[in-house]
């Protein structure tokens, strides 16, 4: 029970179709499984009401918000929620991020409307959360902040938008740290490298007419530790630790959950 009494919003709680676990659903699962009181906001409320009702079959407390999080006032409205349920807000995850799904595409195919798109998805709903979360938190002088970047921030990756917006939401993950600890609140930022997730491998899968199990061997092969890739759980167990009082000295970190990807130079 790491997180007992402690409320946490999840941004990103549904899942993207296909087989099995989402990043965002096994970290609400993790969360609430280690006590903590669960908003789970989705922009699509069906996904992110099963989400809460695989967490209610086990005896957790959660709630399904529906918000578009590229709107300030969808956001005010979540975070207001929480705070009337629960009177307080110690958690704040960020797993949103659309990349081939919301059009991204190398610089010489990429549109600007695409672009927008993953702009306003990937890294001003980052902003936007946090934005009004933290005067809450700083009234509290407590709080963790976990955003989910990606590998693709410092590796190579062949499409503009999601490699920019990544890497920004790093510069802005210190940022938050540097100039929230007086206030006890903690950020960090982890970076997923190649994990096997519906929006992973599902969406490629769907954009490159191959089958899952061709998307899955090709990305597998690409990992150095055991050629398997990641999975949901993983994410899920190292946002864990960074929300929990056993990170409690821990902020303005980049925390690569890769396999050993980044190890590798040249």
């Given at each position: 029970?790491?997180?007992?009494?402690?409320?946490?919003?999840?941004?990103?709680?549904?899942?993207?179709?296909?087989?099995?676990?989402?990043?965002?659903?096994?970290?609400?699962?993790?969360?609430?499984?280690?006590?903590?009181?669960?908003?789970?906001?989705?922009?699509?409320?069906?996904?992110a009401?099963?989400?809460?009702?695989m967490?209610?079959?086990?005896?957790?407390?959660?709630?399904?918000?529906?918000?578009?999080?590229?709107?300030?006032?969808?956001?005010?409205?979540?975070?207001a929620?929480?705070?009337?349920?629960?009177?307080?807000?110690d958690?704040?995850?960020?797993?949103?991020g659309?990349?081939?799904a919301?059009?991204?595409?190398?610089l010489l195919?990429?549109?600007?409307?695409?672009?927008?798109?993953?702009?306003?998805?990937?890294l001003?709903?980052?902003i936007?959360?946090?934005?009004?979360?933290?005067?809450?938190?700083?009234?509290q002088?407590s709080?963790?902040?976990?955003n989910?970047?990606?590998?693709?921030?410092?590796?190579?990756?062949?499409?503009?938008?999601?490699?920019?917006t990544?890497?920004?939401?790093?510069?802005?993950?210190?940022?938050?740290?540097?100039?929230?600890?007086?206030?006890?609140?903690?950020?960090?930022?982890?970076?997923?490298?190649?994990?096997?997730t519906?929006?992973?491998?599902d969406?490629?899968?769907?954009?490159w007419?191959?089958?899952?199990?061709?998307?899955?061997?090709?990305?597998?092969?690409?990992?150095?530790?055991?050629?398997k890739?990641?999975t949901?759980?993983?994410?899920?167990?190292?946002?864990?630790?960074?929300?929990?009082d056993?990170?409690?000295?821990?902020t303005?970190?980049?925390l690569?959950?890769?396999?050993?990807?980044?190890?590798?130079r040249?």
């Amino acid at each position: 029970m790491r997180l007992k009494d402690r409320v946490a919003i999840i941004v990103g709680a549904g899942q993207s179709p296909g087989e099995g676990m989402g990043n965002g659903r096994a970290t609400a699962l993790t969360f609430a499984r280690e006590g903590a009181k669960v908003l789970c906001v989705d922009h699509n409320l069906a996904s992110a009401q099963e989400t809460v009702e695989m967490i209610a079959a086990k005896g957790g407390t959660a709630v399904a918000f529906r918000a578009d999080v590229t709107k300030t006032a969808e956001i005010k409205a979540m975070v207001a929620d929480a705070v009337s349920r629960w009177q307080r807000i110690d958690i704040l995850h960020n797993n949103v991020g659309v990349s081939l799904a919301g059009g991204d595409a190398e610089l010489l195919e990429l549109t600007e409307e695409a672009f927008d798109r993953c702009v306003a998805i990937n890294l001003k709903s980052c902003i936007l959360a946090a934005r009004q979360v933290i005067p809450i938190m700083r009234r509290q002088n407590s709080g963790a902040i976990i955003n989910i970047s990606s590998m693709a921030a410092i590796t190579t990756y062949p499409y503009v938008a999601y490699k920019a917006t990544k890497s920004a939401m790093i510069a802005f993950t210190e940022q938050l740290a540097y100039q929230n600890a007086e206030y006890g609140i903690r950020a960090n930022v982890i970076l997923p490298g190649l994990m096997n997730t519906p929006m992973a491998v599902d969406t490629r899968a769907r954009e490159w007419n191959k089958t899952r199990a061709e998307v899955e061997a090709e990305r597998d092969s690409k990992v150095p530790l055991r050629k398997k890739m990641g999975t949901a759980w993983d994410v899920a167990n190292a946002a864990l630790f960074l929300a929990s009082d056993e990170a409690n000295f821990i902020t303005g970190v980049t925390l690569p959950v890769d396999g050993g990807a980044s190890v590798r130079r040249g």
